[in-house]
């Protein structure tokens, strides 16, 4: 079983920039793929990023390649989601999932993912 605890949330202007933060215990997160998803209120959760179990092989959504990057710190059983310049359509509640049987190539799917965290509020204003 892996329990994920999703933190770094918080509210930022628009062009701002925060670190979200998901935390394993449990189980090494170093054979799981992860992935990031949010879900904004009156919307269905929609795919941010996914990275494979050592990094190599990543996804990312349109709507945020060249503004997020995700990464993985084995030695904190630890992924991060770095966000730069934040728009106030990525007002959102962002949760972080892991599933074993997609470690070698990542989904994008929620349905796919097997552990969630139950997410962190992010907030851009204009």
């Known amino acids: 079983q892996v329990q994920l605890v999703e933190s770094g949330g918080g509210l930022v202007q628009a062009g701002g920039a925060l670190r979200l933060s998901c935390a394993a215990s449990?189980?090494?997160?170093?054979?799981?793929?992860m992935g990031w998803f949010r879900q904004a209120p009156g919307k269905e959760r929609e795919f941010v990023v996914a990275v494979n179990w050592n990094g190599g092989v990543t996804e990312y959504s349109d709507s945020v390649k060249g503004r997020f990057t995700i990464s993985r710190d084995k030695a904190k059983n630890t992924v991060y989601l770095q966000m730069n310049s934040l728009k106030p359509e990525y007002t959102a509640v962002y949760y972080c999932a892991a599933d074993y049987s997609l470690r070698f190539r990542p989904a994008t799917s929620s349905n796919e993912y097997d552990y969630w965290g139950k997410g962190t509020q992010v907030t851009v204003s204009s």
């Open positions: 449990g189980r090494t997160l170093s054979t799981y793929a």
